[in-house]
């Protein structure tokens, strides 16, 4: 089992950064990638930016230069930094594990980016 904890959300004008973190624990061993995901009222659940073991990065198109992913392996801790952020990076945010075996999610933080 993996446990994933997420915080750094909140509200943030356009234009704005946050960071976010996810904090794994318990069989952390088993983790190949880590990321984050975002699900907007209404829509389904999209992904935003992963990292692997090896250190392969994703992004998504639309926060391509904007959106950094990082981790601490001593921490093991997967970071999102947002920046240059838009109203329609409004989400909630989940941290994900893909481990072996199984798909690990956070509770989710509530990013809100408005003026």
């Known amino acids: 089992q993996v446990q994933l904890v997420e915080s750094g959300g909140g509200l943030v004008q356009p234009g704005g950064s946050l960071r976010l973190s996810c904090a794994a624990s318990?069989?952390?061993?088993?983790?190949?990638?880590m990321g984050w995901y975002r699900q907007a009222p209404g829509q389904q659940r999209d992904l935003v930016a992963t990292?692997?073991?090896?250190?392969?990065?994703n992004y998504a198109r639309s926060v391509k230069g904007r959106f950094t992913i990082s981790r601490d392996n001593a921490k093991n801790t997967v970071y999102l930094q947002m920046n240059s952020l838009k109203p329609e990076d409004t989400a909630v945010y989940y941290c994900?594990?893909?481990?072996?075996?199984?798909?690990?999610w956070g509770q989710g933080t509530q990013v809100t980016v408005s003026s």
């Open positions: 994900n594990a893909q481990a072996v075996p199984g798909t690990y």
């Open positions: 318990g069989s952390i061993f088993s983790i190949y990638s």
């Open positions: 990292i692997t073991t090896g250190g392969t990065l």
